[in-house]
């Protein structure tokens, strides 16, 4: 684990609907590796990806207590300003859901409503973004077309490099290849091994491959709680805690 | 098995024969209307405002109606949207997780959609007596505006409520503030916003209660929004009560003309929803 944790969560419950979803978190999620959240359907892995970047806010008869700290600052304060602490974070979600707009328009979103202007910067942006993710030479002479024409694996990389564009510091996959075909999903798994030099990453999936294929630790959440956390290996080739055995044994078997 | 068979041969036999109904009366009215109208259709009719003697059979034609039928719907339709869309948007992106709230407001709004156009006519009305205004052009906006209020909200909702969630997620994840994941909503939703337009239109330009104390009636063409204005529902109704057989007719040739206006008016909107579908995800 490299110098100070990047998200660092603390003491933190969720209810929702009276129910108690969260229960008492307490996780350093390590600086520019990959972090995979594991565990059974309904055990909350999604609440807790969703309230690294207070996307839970908007949700029903929702109560959060404890803190969530990004880069030392306790995102769940109420005078911190929450497009700031959206901008630090991409969220690449289950399926694709690109903006409404041209593919151009897409990646060019973020950086215009935080201010970019300048048709230069946008296009060197774009450009940019879109190599990243491998969408360039596919998308550059139709710039303009819809980005609903494009395949949903394309999409994906698309949405991908929309969220790039606003220059998180964090990415955060919630099963962003549940929906894809395999070659897509490899091609977005390796952008993942490739991107975690830049940015830190956490995914929420239900693959086992996947996270051992892309990710350096892993979190094992079962019923609200944090069973175990560690290096991918570790967990799962070599579980402390019953539960995670559990959960793991198809996987090793 | 037997029985299966006779259920589904049944509930087949129902189905088709309510639909043939209902179709068949859609094409009933047309036709009537058509029959009736088109010997009394001419240029006339929709070029002049009434002449000297035109509810006694003369010259003249319904244009003052034409217009402030057009008048009075296009200005609801515009007032309305201006309210409604901020109410829509105010319930789905802004109070959604407040459930008792929202759900009070659109019961509200469903209260407000089944009350009679006549009571949006008197309320209208004592509106006017309050600020001092006459029947008139704006009176009849002003009533008008009221009774398609709530289905533009409704409508509105209902659409928005189609959108995925996490288009607004992605919209939000981005830094947008509420407004901004509000305008890619609404980008999204811009099919739906003519069909909001096209429900409210086509209400607004046939209603005859809301408009019958407020927007008066006249047979010149109003300039002002100060002045009385005639409305094509109120035509047919004026017309159909002469005596003279000749304005009988009239009625129809103006029934025909509205349904025209919301014929146009549907095919536009059909046309700019398959526009702006464009980008629809």
Known sequence: ?253 | MIKRKIEELFFKVLMILATIIVTGSFFLIVGTIFSKGIPYMNLDMITKIPGGGFYIGKEGGVLNAIIGSLYIACGATVLGLIISIPVAIYINMYIDGEKFKSNLIRLAFDVLFGIPSIVYGAFGFLIMVYFGIRASLLGGIIAVTLLVIPILVRTLDEVIRTVPGELRDAALSLGATRWEAAKVILRQIRPGIFTAILLSFGRGIGDVASVLFTAGFSDNIPTSLHEPAATLPLAIFFQLGSPVEEVQGRAYASALILTIVVLIITVLAELLIKKFSKHKI
């Open chain 1, 1 to 253: 684990m490299t110098n100070t944790p990047h998200i660092s969560v603390q003491d933190f419950n969720v209810y929702i609907e009276n129910q108690h979803i969260l229960k008492n978190i307490n996780i350093n999620i390590p600086n520019k590796s990959v972090t995979s959240i594991i565990g059974p359907s309904g055990c909350g892995k999604t609440t807790l990806l969703k309230s690294f970047n207070r996307l839970l806010d908007n949700t029903a008869n929702v109560k959060i207590d404890g803190k969530v700290l990004v880069d030392g600052e306790n995102i769940y304060d109420p005078n911190v300003e929450v497009t700031h602490i959206r901008k630090k974070m991409g969220l690449l979600s289950q399926r694709p859901y690109p903006l409404p707009m041209s593919i151009y328009d897409n990646v060019a979103y973020g950086p215009r409503i935080h201010g970019i202007r300048k048709k230069s910067e946008l296009d060197e942006l774009v450009e940019l973004q879109l190599k990243a993710t491998g969408l360039w030479n596919e998308v550059k002479d139709r710039l303009n077309a819809s980005a609903t024409r494009l395949s949903i694996g394309q999409q994906q990389r698309l949405c991908l490099a929309r969220g790039l564009a606003v220059e998180p510091e964090i990415i955060l996959g919630d099963e962003s290849t549940s929906a894809l075909d395999p070659v897509s999903t490899h091609i977005i798994e390796d952008l993942f091994i490739h991107l975690k030099q830049k940015y830190t990453i956490v995914l929420v999936t239900h693959i086992l491959r996947q996270a051992r294929r892309v990710s350096d630790y892993i979190i094992f959440v079962y019923m609200g709680k944090i069973i175990e956390f560690g290096p991918t290996e570790e967990v799962l080739l070599n579980p402390k805690e019953e539960l995670t055995r559990e959960y793991v044994k198809g996987f090793i078997s």
